[in-house]
Nanobody
Framework: QVQLVESGGGLVQPGGSLRLSCAASGRSIFSINAMGWYRQAPGKQRELVARITSLGSINYNGSVQGRFTISRDNAKNTVYLQMNSLKPEDTAVYYC?????????WGQGTQVTVSS
């Protein structure tokens, strides 16, 4: 089993920055096939934001490419999402995701609101 706890969400003005953290427990993130960040806005489907594999391969949703950066700290067993140049359309609940041995685990989500 993998437990995931997100933090770092909040209210930010357009153009601002936030860093989300996803602390994992139960398994070392080094052993997890892939970890990612997803988001879900009201009335919309959950979508992939960014994903990083155990080998370090990274992919991004095209709408965040160049603005968001996913990274991981194996020593802290934590995955981060640095979000810069935030836009109102980035407003959503952001979820951390782990793919471990064909099982999918989710965190509880953290709200990000971009508004002036």
């Amino acid at each position: 089993q993998v437990q995931l706890v997100e933090s770092g969400g909040g209210l930010v003005q357009p153009g601002g920055s936030l860093r989300l953290s996803c602390a994992a427990s139960g398994r070392s993130i080094f052993s997890i096939n892939a970890m990612g960040w997803y988001r879900q806005a009201p009335g919309k489907q959950r979508e992939l934001v960014a994903r990083i594999t155990s080998l370090g391969s990274i992919n991004y949703n095209g709408s965040v490419q160049g603005r968001f950066t996913i990274s991981r700290d194996n020593a802290k067993n934590t995955v981060y999402l640095q979000m810069n140049s935030l836009k109102p359309e980035d407003t959503a609940v952001y979820y951390c995701n782990a793919n471990y041995r064909l099982e999918i685990f989710w965190g509880q989500g953290t709200q990000v609101t971009v508004s002036s």
